[in-house]
C-alpha cells in the first residue's frame, strides 16, 4: 500500500488531510509493515480501497452495540469507545472470528456451593475464520518488531502475543490491545477530563517516539 499523503473531501467542503505520527512517508509498503509499523497514511488508503461504510459494519459485527457513522477519521479509530468495548472487539478477533459477549458474572453459586444461576456461552460465527487468522498473524509481527516491542520489556521471548498500540489526537489517550493464548487485555491510559497525558500507546514518554503511531489530529483506538 502507499504511504502517502492523501487529501479526503468531506461535506460542506471540508478536507480531512491525515497525517504519520512523524512527517516521514515510506511510498509503497507491505500490508504488514503499515500495521506493525502504525503507519498511517498506507492505513488510510487500504480503508478508503476496502470502503468506510463496510468497515463501519465490521466494527458492529466484531461487537459494537451499534454501528458507527462512516466518518473516514473511522479508517483510524476515530470514535469514542470505553476499554470493555474495545476488548469486545479483540475478543471476537482471539477466538478466531466468532463473537461471545463478555460477561463480569459467568454462574452464581449457593453457599453448598451448588451453581443457582448459569449464563449459556454464546458464540456467534462474525468473521471468516482464514482471514482472521492472517489478521492475527500480522497482529504478531506489532509486537514481534513493531510499536507494541515494549511487551516484551516485561513477558518472556517464547510468549507470542498478537496487539495493537494507539493513540488518540494531541495524546489524550494511550491504549494498547493484545492477546496471547486464553488471557486478553486491553489497556487504556488517560484523564477523565481529556487532559493530555504526553504518552503513547508504546512507549513511556511520546516526544521519545520514533513510530507513526498517531498523527496530531487523527484519533486512533487500537
Avoid: C
Amino acid at each position: 500500500m502507499l504511504d502517502e499523503p492523501i487529501e479526503v473531501k468531506l461535506a460542506r467542503g471540508k478536507v480531512w488531510r491525515p497525517e504519520n505520527f512523524t512527517p516521514e512517508t515510506h511510498g509503497p509498503v507491505p500490508l504488514t509493515r503499515a500495521l506493525a509499523d502504525s503507519l498511517n497514511l498506507a492505513t488510510v488508503h487500504v480503508g478508503l480501497d476496502v470502503g468506510v461504510r463496510r468497515i463501519a459494519d465490521t466494527f458492529a459485527r466484531l461487537g459494537l452495540d451499534q454501528t458507527p457513522d462512516p466518518n473516514p477519521s473511522l479508517i483510524l479509530g476515530g470514535l469514542d469507545l470505553a476499554p470493555i468495548e474495545v476488548a469486545q472487539l479483540f475478543n471476537s478477533l482471539a477466538n478466531g472470528g466468532f463473537r461471545t459477549p463478555l460477561r463480569a458474572v459467568r454462574v452464581v453459586i449457593g453457599a453448598d456451593g451448588t451453581a443457582l444461576k448459569a449464563f449459556p456461552l454464546q458464540v456467534t460465527p462474525v468473521a471468516d475464520s482464514a482471514v482472521v487468522y492472517q489478521l492475527n498473524r500480522m497482529l504478531t509481527k506489532v509486537t514481534q518488531r513493531g510499536t507494541g516491542q515494549a511487551v516484551y520489556a516485561r513477558l518472556p521471548p517464547d510468549v507470542v502475543v498478537a496487539g495493537k498500540t494507539g493513540t488518540s489526537s494531541e495524546f489524550r489517550d494511550s491504549w494498547f490491545a493484545g492477546f496471547t493464548g486464553s488471557h486478553l487485555a486491553i489497556v487504556w491510559v488517560g484523564y477523565d477530563d481529556n487532559r493530555p497525558t504526553g504518552l503513547a500507546g508504546s512507549r513511556r514518554r511520546a516526544q521519545h517516539m520514533g513510530e507513526s503511531d498517531a498523527s496530531p489530529a487523527d484519533h486512533i483506538v487500537g
